[in-house]
């Protein structure tokens, strides 16, 4: 157990009601409302909430990066180890941002200059802000470098960014906020490009530098579970405000507010039983455009009475403050209702085989990319084959493939006693139309000069589905009810939609070729936690309704834990172990699948912690992978036999198979 | 106390609400201008036969060489036509061969450019070779080859082959425009939506790729048309564009309009104002639109 700051220290970082307008030609948008927190030293304070719920414009305007003051205006104070810096001129400010508070992006790979070394960018603050002369200032650079665990610190520093990876680039991030000493770092999604191991990795580093440093940490994040295994204190935003705030414990054990409540309950979690259905929460965030007037919370609430026209005062107590007019009162149900879960489906009949893909990119030089290779599975009828793997594993070759968008070097993939790679132009349009796609990103998925209408009739129009356009209307409105639309959304064209919405659409989309296999490509990574929920239920139920059967491609485990009857782990190219959900995820065997699920963030307090399963280093080069087995370089497990064979599929049972010979 | 300098008063009134169109006016004044002339130009021009105070082609030698006076506004030539007349029905050679050899053009190389790169492999490679060596020609001397090549031929009083010399040096520009475009739009998923759907590559290409390039090509065609102008101009002016008598103007400025500019300059001056004045108002006409397609010039979405 950390010793916990003293509550009655002084605050480092003081924020009081905060404000903060955007004005533009015709609308003016008051996206910050009167937020106001604490950091304290050695504390990490999230600020979680979902998109456009003004998390990352609040810290925006803490640094003061919001400067053009004919768009926008903020009031409040912040107070900077007592001083309000919200009133100093920008010269002084400038002065301020670097040395006493520093920022670290979500993007690494943009955040750095590439046309400067790793070890100027480090240095470069210093020289600013510091008293320090350059052979000092390099010293330090070697030495922070070290400290967030960059290995060959001396050499590294002479590099470009560009030779770094994601991880690796996060991590100068980090040590380019660390030079001057600073106060406070605010950290705006600091894992949210990173891998899922990666990520454990950063965050674990960032959480033992705030401890050690006595920095105060404020980190901004859509992702609860990352809130719960990291953070000290959290506050929940909601349409502009903090709805919610406390200790994580606290809060996340018997959330008040009933948006914290809702947003819990409608997480995946690993740590519960799974749930038949998650939990949901109707209709979608607010558009900071149009926030609800009163209680911002009120439209979707189900406890809403006309008490919340009004905005609620804050209720506080000792120490937690929470601002709703029926706050909930009980413990949140640490159990999903797991009756219906029990029931573990057996599949009889296999929908598409896929044996020995492989798809092998040939560049110049004679280098090839082995993207994928020997990879194998089965998708049952009627069920759902959820493909896990990091980036970079090559879960969308595989997609790609099979929906020969591409190529593939070798291989088969049966569908309905036909070869899906080998099949000729007719057959193909045939085959199209009984295995469609939902994309990831609901965004670029639709045409934006087509209306919903006719994105949605044209397929049925062109492959004679329907044979005149007022049976394609009225199919269009049988397929919008489908998923859960109103008619009139006929008429809207794409970008006049949000993306849960378009992403409806997308599915309605596939839907109507009435295809047997529906891809879904990432469906959900792109959207709020509330609206995920939502389109989870939707595929669950479309599934049980139509006999759909589901390839679903994801990097998120608890979500492919929800929604998948088996399981395929890929690694670097190779499928390393297939499994139903219940064994994978009782007894996961392969050390890849072990760590993976050991890094992804807990809400148990007391889970994951260990280190026994943690996986070091970054993802191999797929142009010249290991010899033998692929994971062996990150394997805590690997001996000398594993660099000698490519290991064989072992079966566990009819289901379980895994490709390592140390299990 | 320190003068406040960051934290400010928050607003409360709310900006006033502005149409779209008055709201375009103010962000692009010199667009608006540009429209406005271009406007007032096409009506003119396409009202040539009734205001026009004079017939263009009608000569009076007693009266050649005048200047600007109450009976000839703009004077008249070596001829003694009246060149306000000339002017008038000149804009309607120059809109004509500009709106259609921009059009013809641009409409070519849009689908070239979007074909090639939805295509890719060596189809790309070959036709971007091709439009690299059209490029490497500058654009009058190609046109120069092509009229005097291939002589006239006169449909409805359009030169045909006139209109394609000039449609031709348009076509790469535009071919590479497109396909810059073309490249990114490929790789959103909606195309490959399209794919998976089982749609044809030619319904692909038509109904969902071009109409997403409709912005850049706006605006190419738009920028083209003033440069069609141009090119009409030089060609008329080295004989080999429009033929005489027909009004146009570069033919006005032409001949021995030069020799008699020293003392009668109001014969090069009124034409060439009336190219600047047509080209500077699409020139602006097609940047104002250029900002208003491009997403990142658009503060507000």
Not at chain 2, 61 to 90: C, E, K, Q, V
Not at chain 2, 245 to 266: D, Q, Y
Request: glycine share 8%.
């Amino acid at each position: 157990m950390q010793a916990r700051p003293d509550a009655a220290a002084e605050p480092l970082l003081s924020v009081r009601n905060l404000n903060v307008q955007f004005r533009s030609n015709d609308r003016l948008l008051h996206i910050v409302r009167d937020v106001s927190y604490d950091v304290r030293a050695g504390e990490l304070v999230a600020l979680v909430g979902e998109s456009g719920c003004g998390k990352s414009v609040s810290s925006l305007a803490v640094m003061r990066l919001l400067s053009d003051p004919t768009t926008t205006r903020f009031s409040g104070e912040v107070r900077l180890a007592g001083r309000d810096y919200l009133r100093l001129p920008e010269s002084e400010m400038r002065r301020l941002r670097g040395r006493d508070i520093a920022m670290v992006f979500q993007e690494p790979m943009t955040s750095l200059n590439p046309l400067m070394t790793v070890g100027r960018q480090i240095m470069e603050p210093m020289l600013e802000h510091l008293d320090i002369d350059r052979a000092a200032a390099r010293e330090r650079a070697i030495d922070l470098l070290k400290r967030v665990g960059v290995t060959d610190p001396k050499r590294r520093m002479d590099q470009y960014p560009h030779e770094f990876s994601g991880g690796m680039r996060q991590r100068v991030v980090i040590a380019i906020a660390l030079s001057c000493n600073p106060k406070v770092i605010i950290a705006d999604e600091p894992t949210t490009a990173l891998d899922v191991t990666i990520q454990a990795q950063i965050l674990d580093l960032l959480r033992a530098l705030v401890k050690e440093t006595g920095v105060g940490l404020v980190l901004i994040t859509h992702n609860l579970a990352l809130v719960a295994r990291y953070a000290d204190r959290v506050n929940v935003m909601y349409g502009g405000r903090i709805i919610e705030s406390g200790t994580v414990e606290d809060v996340l054990r018997q959330p008040r507010h009933r948006y914290t409540a809702g947003l819990l309950m409608a997480v995946p979690r690993l740590d519960l039983p799974r749930a038949a259905r998650l939990h949901t929460i109707p209709g979608q965030p607010p558009s900071p455009a149009r926030f609800p007037s009163g209680c911002a919370f009120s439209p979707r609430c189900g406890a809403a009475t006309a008490a919340c026209g009004s905005v609620p005062a804050d209720t506080v107590t000792r120490d937690r403050r929470y601002a709703c007019f029926h706050p909930v009162v009980d413990v949140l149900p640490q159990e999903g209702e797991h009756a219906a879960a029990g029931a573990e489906h057996t599949f009889g009949t296999t929908v598409l085989s896929v044996r020995g893909l492989t798809r092998h990119f040939h560049l110049k030089r004679r280098a090839v990319v082995r993207a994928v290779e020997d990879v194998s599975f089965d998708i049952p009828q009627g069920g759902t084959l959820g493909l896990v793997g990091e980036s970079g594993c090559g879960k969308t070759t595989v997609v790609r493939t099979l929906l020969r968008l591409q190529s593939a070097t070798s291989g088969r993939a049966d569908f309905a006693g036909q070869d899906i790679l080998s099949a000729g132009k007719r057959d193909l349009v045939a085959l199209r139309r009984q295995i469609q796609v939902v994309y990831q990103d609901p965004s670029t998925s639709l045409n934006p000069r087509h209306r919903i209408a006719s994105i949605l009739a044209e397929p049925l129009l062109v492959h004679g589905l329907c044979k005149s356009q007022g049976e394609a209307r009225a199919r269009v409105e049988e397929l919008l009810g489908l998923v859960g639309l109103p008619a009139e959304m006929a008429e809207r064209y794409p970008h006049q939609m949000s993306g849960g919405q378009r992403q409806r659409v997308g599915i309605a989309r596939a839907l109507g070729m009435n295809p047997r296999l529906i891809v879904c490509d990432e469906p959900v990574s792109a959207l709020d936690v509330s609206i995920q929920a939502q389109i989870m239920n939707l595929l669950a139920d479309l599934q049980a309704k139509l006999g759909l059967s589901y390839l679903f491609v994801a990097h998120d485990l608890a979500v492919v834990r929800h929604i998948s009857d088996v399981v395929a782990v890929m690694y670097l190219g190779r499928v390393v172990e297939t499994a139903t959900r219940a064994e994978l995820f009782s007894t996961p065997r392969h050390p890849y699948t072990r760590a993976l699920l050991a890094a992804v963030p807990s809400f148990a307090a007391d889970a994951g912690q260990g280190p026994e399963a943690k996986i070091t280093g970054e993802l191999p080069s797929p142009l010249n992978p290991p010899s033998g087995c692929v994971f062996r370089t990150r394997c805590p497990m690997a001996v000398e036999a594993c660099a000698k064979v490519v290991p064989p599929p072992v079966a566990f049972s009819d289901t379980h198979r895994v490709a390592c010979i140390r299990v | 106390m320190r003068k406040s300098s960051a934290a400010t008063e928050l607003w409360t009134t709310l900006p006033k609400p502005r149409g779209p169109v008055m709201k375009h006016i103010l962000g692009q004044p010199l667009g608006a201008l540009g429209l406005v002339l271009i406007v007032l130009g096409f009506v003119v021009a396409f009202a040539a036969p009734w205001i026009a105070p004079y017939d263009p082609l009608a000569t009076d030698y007693g009266n050649a060489i005048a200047p600007p006076s109450f009976a000839h506004w703009m004077g008249t030539d070596s001829f003694g036509r009246d060149l306000l007349s000339r002017i008038l029905f000149g804009g309607r050679t120059a809109f004509l061969i500009g709106v259609s050899a921009s059009f013809i053009g641009c409409t070519i190389g849009l689908f070239v450019g979007i074909t090639s790169a939805y295509a890719g492999g060596w189809v790309d490679a070959i036709v971007e070779r091709f439009m690299e060596i059209l490029l490497a020609i500058p654009i009058t001397v190609l046109a120069l080859v092509l009229v005097s090549s291939l002589g006239r031929n006169m449909v409805y009083g359009v030169d045909l082959n006139l209109v394609f010399a000039i449609a031709l040096p348009i076509i790469p520009k535009m071919a590479r425009v497109a396909r810059s475009q073309a490249l990114t739009i490929r790789n959103l998923s909606y195309i490959d939506a399209a794919v998976t759907l089982g749609f044809s590559d030619l319904r692909i290409i038509v109904r969902h790729m071009a109409p997403n390039i409709f912005g850049p090509y706006i605006v190419m065609l738009t920028a083209f048309i003033s440069q069609a102008i141009l090119i009409e101009a030089s060609l008329s002016y080295l004989g080999l564009g429009v033929a005489e008598p027909t009004p146009s103007w570069g033919l006005m400025l032409a001949g021995n309009a030069f020799n008699t500019s020293m003392t009668a300059p109001w014969i090069v001056i009124y034409p060439g104002l009336a190219i600047a004045l047509v080209v500077f108002a699409f020139s602006m006409f097609g940047d104002a639109l250029r900002d208003v397609f491009d997403p990142k010039a658009r503060a507000d979405r």
